[in-house]
């Protein structure tokens, strides 16, 4: 179907049209946000992993916690989390009583890493965001989006 009559349909029909630009929004900011981390040698999912572990204060968060709170579900977090361990970045304990409990802990150099490639995203994406929405309309977008999703 021409480009044109895809269009006219989406239009015809709203929560169509509301999906597919969720869709392309969302890998629209994915290739901009890609575009910043790639220097520092770290993936989308890796570095959702660091920014859970600080979210829960970098104490010591189980694997399935980490798991549960990805943002990309289908994300292998046990393959994620070592690649992290090999850059020093997260620390990694088993359980011996119960070797399916993993616990997982954001290294001083983890948190610094994090701190410092935020930073770089923030100065870098901040052009493609500032002036398109006021602050109000981002909180409803955001609203929105949660409601959405529930």
Request: aromatic content about 6%; some cysteine; glycine content about 6%.
């Amino acid at each position: 179907m021409p480009e044109k009559e895809t269009r006219l349909v989406n239009k015809e029909i709203p929560w169509k049209r509301a999906v597919a630009s969720v869709l392309h929004t969302g890998y629209w900011i994915s290739d901009r946000l890609n575009e910043v981390i790639k220097p520092y040698g770290i993936s989308e999912q890796q570095l959702n992993v660091l920014a859970i572990l600080r979210k829960h204060g970098c104490g010591v968060c189980n694997l399935s916690d980490v798991q549960e709170e990805m943002m990309h579900k289908m994300s292998n977090a046990t393959r994620l989390v070592e690649k992290l361990r090999l850059k020093g970045l997260v620390t990694r304990q088993i359980d011996e009583g119960n070797r399916r409990k993993v616990e997982i802990t954001c290294t001083d150099k983890g948190l610094a890493f994090l701190e410092k490639v935020e930073s770089k995203m923030k100065e870098s994406l901040y052009g493609y965001y500032e002036n398109k929405l006021c602050d109000e309309e981002y909180a409803q977008l955001a609203d929105l989006l949660d409601k959405f999703r529930k």
